[in-house]
Structure formats: C-alpha cells, structure tokens
C-alpha cells in the first residue's frame, strides 16, 4: 500500500554550492550525490552547515553558487512550493489550529482545482497516512494534545501527502527523549522502506546516523569531510576531524616514525604517515588490558561503569590525559580493582599528522 | 497554597495580603470607579429625558456621526498598516529593521497636540502641501480627512504592538511549512498567519477602536471645532462644559463611556472565547 503513496525514487546531486550569511561561510563548496531511494545522513557538529544544507535542498534557502539537481532536472531556484519535496521541521511546525487530519490534508487542499483530488479521495489518502505512521483514530486531535513523538508522525505522514520526490527532515529526533528517540528512529527506517523515498536527515547525533543511515555525509566548516557507509567512516576515517568526531575515539598525541606512531609505552602502525608530530584516534574498544612488562600505555584506573554489554573503564595516564575504554563482562574478573594502575595496549586506531 | 499547612515560604502574612488588596482596590476605586460613576450622575442630574435630548441636538448627532464614521475609517486603516509591519518586522530581517520598530511607538511618545500639528504644518493652508491642496480644492485641515489622518497617527502603535511579539513568538517554521506542501504566499497568509494571529489582531483592532474614539489632543488641533460639522464626540464635550451645558457634555461623555465599556466587555468575552486549542496570545 505505502509505495503507492509515492512516485519512483529520484536522484538528488549538488555541485560546488556556497551560501554565506554574511561573512560566515555556511557552505563552501559542497558536492554530493544521492543516490535513487537512499537514506542519507548530514552529520556535522552545530555551525557545520547541515541545516543549510538541508533547506537548500529543500529550496528555503538558496545558494549564492552551485547548482541543485533533482535526477536531471535544475531545481537550483526553484521554489519549495514547486519543488516537491516533504520537509519534516525540527519542532515539527504542525499547524496549531488545525485538527491532525486537516493538518495531514493541508497539502492536497491547498493543490490548485484541477489537480485537487476530491474530498472523498482525500479522505482516504489521510486515512493511509494516519495508517503508516501508526496513529489510527487521533485524525481529530489538535497538535496540542498529542505527545512529541506523536506530533513527529503527524509531521511526516502531512508531508508524505503531497506525494514528494524527496523527503528532508531536519534533527528528527532532537526534541524527543531517549527512549521515544530509539523506537522512532526505528520507526522512520520502516517508513523509508515502505515509500522507497529518496531521504535525507540531518543530525548532529552519530550514533543516529550510524543506526539509520545507508551512508553519511560528516560536515564540517561547510565542507563535505568524508562520505561513506557507516562501517567505511567508523574503519576508514577520511580525515583527522572524521576520526576525532564519530566512534567516541580517544585523541592520543605522538610521534611517527618509519610508518610507525610511537607513545610513552606503545605503539600502533601508522602507513603513509610522514615522520614528526602525530595524533592517534583510537576508540574504546580499541584497547586492551594487558599485563605489565608488555606494551602499552600506562595509566590509573579510576572507575569501571557498566553499559550495556560493556564495561566502560575511565582511566588517566600520567600526564593527565583521560582515556576510555571498553572491555566485554566476560573480562571483568582479569581488571585490576579500581584506584590501581593498569596497561592498555592499542589494539588498532587511524593515526593523522598534527598540523 | 490554600491551607495553612501548604504554605509556601513565598506566601505573606495575612494583614500584607489585606492591606495590598485594600490599597489596589482603593486606588481604582478612587481614581477609575468614582469618576466613572460621576460622569453617570452628572449625566442624569436632570433626568433621563433631558440626558437623551441633549444627544437628539442635532450637533451632538453630528459629533456622534463624525466619530463612529473617523474610527469606521482609522481602525481599518490601522489594522491593514499594523498587519504589513508585524509581519515585516516578526517574518523577515531587512536593514532599518529596529529604527522602524522604534518609529511604530513614535505616536506613543509625541504628545497628540505636536502629531496634530505636524499635520496642520504639512497639509494646512500654510503648510508644505497647503496651495497644491488648495488648487485642487482638496481641503484635509478643518476637515474630516484632517480629523481621520490625526486619528490614524495617535492610535496606529495598538494594533502593530500587539501582533509583533505574538508573531515574533509563533516564528516562521508553520509558514515555510505550508510553503514546502505547496501553498502560494496567499494561501499561506489566510490559512495559516492568519488563524495564528486572528485573536492578538481583534484585540488590537479593540483597543485602537476605543482610542480612535476618545482621542482629543491631536485631533482638536486640526479641527477647528467647527460645530456640526469637524466637532468629534470628545471635542463636543469640552465645548459643551465650556458652555455650562453639563446635562449635554456629561450626556456626550457617558455615551463615550459606554462605547468604551462595551469594547473592554467584548476584549474580556474574546479572552473567554479564545479557544484552549488554538494559541494563546495573553
């Protein structure tokens, strides 16, 4: 049923677009290309132009340079009420005054006479979308009587409505709590897959991406840093901030030399990068305890915290630098108690010269 | 908290709660109520039947008619001009941004005698535009376009005020989302804005109404308190007093009175009306 909702999935691509507000430099030059049906994430610390982006596509915003495609067609100033895409808001934007049916209804009311469909064809249409995002029965509801997760289905299923070649939403889940946040999430992959949408969200969240996401675009400062699959960007970080921004990695300053990265105790090979002044990203799971008189890196083990199927360990080397790791509970009874020092040797992580 | 053992640490002693209850009701009692109730007395002091007699005086019909017809044409005027820089103001960002929002509360600043005039000095006879009006026999000063524009300028702040923060709290994410399902900037404006904004504007048009009918100062300066002809309700009074007519003023007085009172009963049933599902400008 859902995939009739919508027409065949279309490619979206962006060349060399540049927006500045003022002397700020929201996107300099971006070029991407998603794919038919892709669920994509911009991921990007807050000021890394994602939302710029995201209205861009959208045509809310405009770019100062760069060209917009949706498959062949130039949509770089098209107007959003002409462009055909589902924008879903940060804080929903549900209009307050009206019922959730009208809400949902708004974009096919609004359509000019001829292309309207009749009030009974509406009905129905509402009907499917109250279906899909699972809010049978709450048509008649006002916005303000629904919960937040709530209001982001009716925000979905009113742009789902017109039919729209792509579907945009901005933070989706940034207003809601934890445990709405996980099942929603869920929630919009099933949708994605139902419609065959082409899709993208924005998110400052990595876990969020890496959950969601078929591939994600990490910003920063208004560029693209790296596009990938999940497991590319976590295993293959393209650049010092993409290693230092997702997998929770640990910064560990060194020295390379001979292909080597070189710290009080261990070290970790570093192919193709240059002798001198180094940084290594290594991520929790990336250390292991060992014992002493082998490698690794000497430090203090302040607290063990369960999460999860882990246990987290906070530590602290010498010079004061806080590192964090994480062991299965199968290792727990090998832990040295709390309070005393411990040797975590570097079982992997990407190492980037220090500029 | 209403009990005793509820009592917050916010709460004041019994006789403080008294004594500021007492001097708030006190002072409107003293400054508002009593002479309200004056003007009442005094308009009755001969009787009903003299009361309404004084306002049958065909100048006092005149003055009556001149006023319902200066709010009838202010109050639009305002709401349409009110309407245009809220929402320039709340929706988009221009230069001169904050120098026309301070301009909007000149008229709450200049004393209603200088805006009159200012008026009197560009459209009088010895005013900028003066002769060219004159030559085309087009007459504003001593006249009811004169009286109407005066009327626009002091009450123009009401109805802007009012929308501003009311638009400016509602943002613009519900617009650009009826933008983003297709709607045109029309369709946008009247089925979104403004159902948003309808009861912040009613009030406002309430409020610039009740003062459009009782301004004095600036529109007693371009007047000319012509009797029957450019004399508003307010302008008739103090003519009245002044001749020691008080039947007569005070009747004219308690009619204003009276339209004054059925706006703020109308303002309080919209607050009663306003519907817990829509939005909540106060």
Sequence with gaps: MARDLVRPAIAVGLDGVRKRFGRFAALD???????????????GPSGSGKTTLLRILAGLDFPDSGQVRFDRRDVTFAHAAQRGVGFVFQQYALFRHMSVARNIAFGLDVKRRRDRPTAAERKVRVDALLNLVELQGLGGRYPSQLSGGQRQRVALARALAVEPQILLLDEPFGALDAAVRKSLRRELRRIHDATGLTTVFVTHDQEEALDLAD???IL???CIEQLGRPLDVLDRPASAFVAGFVGQANRIAGQVRQGRFHVAGADLAAPGVADGAALAFVRPDQFRPVADGEAGLEARLERVIPRGPALWLDCVAPDGQVLEAAVSRADAAKLPAAGSSIRLALTGGHVFPEN | MSTAKLRSAADDPAWVKAAVIGVAVLFVAAMLVAPLATVFTQALAKGLGASLQALHDPDALA???LTLTTAALAVPINAAFGLCASWAIAKHEF??????ITLIDLPFSVSPVVAGLSYVLVFGLQGWLGPWLEARGIKIIFATPGIVLATVFVTFPFIARELIPLMQAQGTDEEEAAVSLGA????TFFRVTAPNIRWGLLYGVLLCNARAMGEFGAVSVVSGHIRGVTDTMPLHVEILYNEYDFVGAFSVAALLCLLAVVTLGLKALLERLQPQTGERGH
């Excluded at chain 1, 030059?29 to 991921?43: K, S, T, Y």
């Excluded at chain 2, 045109?184 to 369709?187: E, M, P, V």
């Design chain 1, 220 to 222: 920063n400062r208004g």
């Design chain 2, 184 to 187: 045109s900037g029309l369709t």
């Design chain 1, 29 to 43: 030059g971006v070029d991407l290309e998603i794919e038919p049906g892709e669920l994509l994430a911009l991921l």
């Design chain 2, 95 to 100: 230069a001169g941004k904050s120098l026309l």
């Design chain 2, 63 to 65: 003055a009556i008619r």
């Design chain 1, 215 to 217: 591939r994600i675009a």
